[in-house]
């Protein structure tokens, strides 16, 4: 079962833009209500989605420069990342069915 991995300011680069494969970056808070209605969401998607997608966290308060370069202003934001370019934005909670809606037609999905 594929769970969702850190992410931080220093780690970023490496793991997001660099990645090889489609990565979705939760952008949360602790304190955040919406955040915490859409984490189990998520990591649901990561484990369903592991063969395809890579999935990581970034907590705002800890690492505030991505979220200044991505102009997160609110959360939980979700961004899709593919070949080092935001390819999709999420903002706010969403149910499980129109998450992957949005980001289905991003995925090589091979069946």
């Known amino acids: ?30 304190w955040c209500g919406p955040c915490r209605m859409v984490a189990p969401v998520v990591e649901e998607i990561a484990t369903e989605y592991a063969d395809t997608l890579r999935v990581g966290k ?10 200044s370069r991505y102009g997160i202003t609110g959360i939980p934001t979700l961004i899709l990342f593919k070949g080092g370019e935001a390819v999709a934005r999420i903002v706010g909670y969403r149910p499980k069915e129109a998450l992957v809606d949005e980001l289905l037609p991003h995925l090589d999905l091979t069946e």
């Open 1 to 30: 079962m594929a769970k969702p991995f850190e992410v931080t300011d220093a780690s970023f680069d490496e793991d997001v833009i660099q990645a090889t494969e489609p990565t979705l970056v939760d952008f949360w808070a602790t």
């Open 58 to 67: 970034m907590d705002v308060d800890s690492n505030r420069q991505t979220p």
